[in-house]
Nanobody, 114 residues
């Protein structure tokens, strides 16, 4: 199992980024997927979760209305579109394969700063 995140970087407040997580080594379409983040000195927190078909999504209250999780099962990829970014969104973002055992990517840094 391999999960590889990309798309992080430095962005100004109010800006946008789209994160991608390319999956391999398992049947992607049969697993729910999630995005988590971890800011310095804080615990890792759930940001968004998506069902196997993409028909059901849930978000942390802190990102509702600003972030959108989606997936392309043909490309074995899950995305996180992040709009109206705030400095408090600064963190390392991780994708995770749900279920047991869970698998994590290596993370991608997102920094929101002017």
């Amino acid at each position: 199992v391999q999960l590889v995140e990309s798309g992080g970087g430095l962005v100004q407040p109010g800006g946008s980024l789209r994160l991608s997580c390319a999956a391999s080594g398992f049947t992607f379409s049969t697993y729910g997927m999630s995005w988590y983040r971890q800011a310095p000195g804080k615990e890792r927190e759930l940001v968004a979760i998506i069902s196997t078909t993409g028909g059901s999504m849930n978000y942390a209250d802190s990102v509702k209305g600003r972030f959108t999780i989606s997936r392309d099962n043909a490309k074995n990829t899950v995305y996180l579109q992040m709009n109206s970014l705030k400095p408090e969104d600064t963190a390392v973002y991780y994708c995770r394969r749900n279920g047991l055992p869970p698998y994590w990517g290596q993370g991608t840094q997102v920094t929101v700063s002017s």
